[in-house]
């Protein structure tokens, strides 16, 4: 081998070698600008935001979806309430995810999630999903929280049976929702039809922190359901109303009385209805009581 040759092969390696060494910090330094980049839609107005991100919408979509989740996620996990501006943050936020990729349903779940189930931000979630509806035509959930936030919280039976059979009309609607605009006025007490949608909103949630706030609603309005049926078949079969929740256990119409999951005392309202003092809320997170 030559001199001229073991040049040229010194030199190689040489590069090779520096060429191999600066990747990583070349990568690196792209990530962060890619970070950066990405970082910037938080900031920005929802339609600046749908422009500027381009062929990217997916990737910038995705990336402030994590930012809501990890947001909620860290307020959850700390057990606290979140304050009003930090609710309309969340839903700034969801309307930014919404603009940029329209079709995105992940948004939607969390909105129909935090913002009604804790905000009480139901005008705020109902844009949302009439958004959804209007970019996912083939979808039947959509219509479906639709017609439930109507139904369970405004308490229009009416409004809610016109959007269940518009659900009902979707592809993909399962076999028990299109009967259900029919029967919606079987649930007259609202608690057996809030059972069955945070049943399937549970399985629409992927966050566990969501899932185990869910979860713990969830078992409250059985325990509510199981003590309003026993309260009907008590009235039915006795001709009067229960004193209290006791005399379904002393009159055999129960074996035991379920447990209120977040603490409080079970009361039997005028027209049937159960009640608790907790209001299905953390202990923490309750109003004190107001002084006679």
Known sequence: MNKSTLLTLAVFILATTAYA????????????????????????PPQLAKVGSLE?????????MLEAMTFMGERIGQNRDLSAEEWQHLHRLLVKITS???????????????????AGMMD?????????ARHRPWDYRPFYFLGFNSFYFKKDVVGGAKYLR?????????????????????????????????????????QEESRAYLAKRLEALRAIHILEK???????????????????????????????????????????????????????????????
């Open 124 to 132: 705020e979630a109902n844009e949302l999903l009439l958004n959804a």
């Open 100 to 118: 940029i990729d329209p079709a995105f349903w992940d948004p939607y779940v969390l909105a129909e999630t935090m913002l009604v189930w804790q």
């Open 230 to 292: 026993a309260v009907a078949e008590y009235g039915k079969t006795l001709q009067k109303k229960p004193a209290g929740v006791t005399d379904l256990v002393k009159q055999g119409f129960l074996e035991e009385i379920p447990p209120d999951p977040y603490g409080g005392d079970w009361v039997i309202m005028d027209n049937g209805r159960i009640y608790t003092t907790s209001e299905l809320v953390e202990k923490k997170h309750r109003r004190p009581a107001q002084k006679k």
């Open 21 to 44: 060494l600066t990747i990583p910090g070349l990568s690196q330094v792209r990530q962060e600008r890619r970070a950066e980049q990405i970082s910037y839609f938080v900031e920005v």
């Open 56 to 64: 990217f919408k997916g990737i910038v979509a995705d990336y402030l």
């Open 166 to 206: 518009q659900a009902a009309r979707k592809a993909n609607c399962p076999d028990y929702l299109k009967s259900l605009a029919a029967r919606l006025s079987l649930y007259g007490n609202e608690t057996a039809l809030g059972i069955l949608f945070l049943e399937d909103l549970i399985r629409e949630t992927s």
